[in-house]
C-alpha cells in the first residue's frame, strides 16, 4: 500500500522557520496537501495543491514539492502553531488517498 | 458557511453494524465530492473512503473495504457511512470531509463522531 512519510517531530523556537517535509513516490504527479490539527480540534487545511494558500490561513505558511518530497515551511513560527501537521495525497494509480503519520511542531 | 454535522457513533460490539451520517449546508452538496477520515484515539489521521458528486465514484481503504459502503442522498444533502463487521481497531474519531476543487481532497471538517468497538 501507499505511504507517505514524515519526520515525528520538528521543533523551533518563536521566530525561527519550520520545515516539515514529507515524501512518497507518487508525489512527482500528484499534489500535496497539507492539515494543522491543534489538540482537540479538527484538522484545518492550511495548504492545497503543493503551494497555494486558502482564505484565511496566514502568509508565513507555504508549500513547495521538488521530486518524491514535499514541504511544508512555517516562516516565522509562532507558540500559536504549535500543532500536529499532516500531508496527504493519492498513489499513482488515484485509486489510494493516504496521510503522512504527521508530525508534531513544538514552537518554545 | 460550510457546515458538515456528523451523527450516529456509540458503542458497539465486535462484529456489529452502525451508520454514521453527516448532514451538510453552506455549499452545493450534489456536486461536491465527500470523505470519511478517522482518527484513533492519540493517533494519526486516515483516510477512509470518498464518493464522488453523482455518486458514480467510490474509493475505499483496504483496512476497511468489504466492510464499510459509503452512500450519499443529495436530496437530503446527506452523507452516510454503513459500517459492518466492526472490529476493535475501528474506534476512532470518524470526520466528515467536504472535497475542494471538485476532488476528494478535505477542504472543510466536521467536528466528528466517536465510534467505539468493544465488548
Known amino acids: 500500500s501507499y505511504e507517505l512519510t514524515q519526520p515525528p517531530s520538528v521543533s523551533v523556537s518563536p521566530g525561527q522557520t519550520a520545515r516539515i517535509t514529507c515524501s512518497g513516490d507518487?508525489?512527482?504527479?500528484?499534489?500535496a496537501y497539507w492539515y494543522q490539527q491543534k489538540s482537540g480540534q479538527a484538522p484545518v487545511l492550511v495548504i492545497y495543491e503543493d503551494s497555494t494558500r486558502p482564505s484565511g490561513i496566514p502568509e508565513r505558511f507555504s508549500g513547495s514539492s521538488s521530486g518524491t518530497m514535499a514541504t511544508l515551511t512555517i516562516s516565522g513560527a509562532q507558540v500559536e502553531d504549535e500543532a500536529d501537521y499532516y500531508c496527504f495525497s493519492g498513489d499513482s494509480s488515484g485509486n489510494h488517498r493516504v496521510f503522512g503519520g504527521g508530525t508534531k511542531l513544538t514552537v518554545l | 458557511e460550510v457546515q458538515l454535522l456528523e451523527s450516529g457513533g456509540g458503542l458497539v460490539q465486535p462484529g456489529g453494524s452502525l451508520r454514521l451520517s453527516c448532514a451538510a449546508s453552506?455549499?452545493?452538496?450534489?456536486?461536491?465530492?465527500m470523505s470519511w477520515v478517522r482518527q484513533a484515539p492519540g493517533r494519526g489521521l486516515e483516510w477512509v473512503s470518498g464518493?464522488?458528486?453523482?455518486?458514480?465514484?467510490?474509493f475505499y481503504a483496504d483496512s476497511v473495504k468489504g466492510r464499510f459502503t459509503i452512500s450519499r442522498d443529495n436530496s437530503k444533502n446527506t452523507l452516510y457511512l454503513q459500517m459492518n463487521s466492526l472490529r476493535a481497531e475501528d474506534t476512532a474519531v470518524y470526520y466528515c470531509?467536504?472535497?475542494?476543487?471538485?476532488?476528494?481532497?478535505?477542504?472543510?471538517w466536521g467536528q466528528g463522531t466517536l465510534v467505539s468497538v468493544s465488548s
Open positions: 507518487a508525489l512527482p504527479k500528484k499534489y
Open positions: 453552506g455549499f452545493t452538496f450534489s456536486t461536491s465530492a
Open positions: 464518493v464522488s458528486g453523482g455518486e458514480t465514484t467510490t
Open positions: 470531509a467536504k472535497g475542494g476543487g471538485g476532488n476528494f481532497y478535505p477542504s472543510y
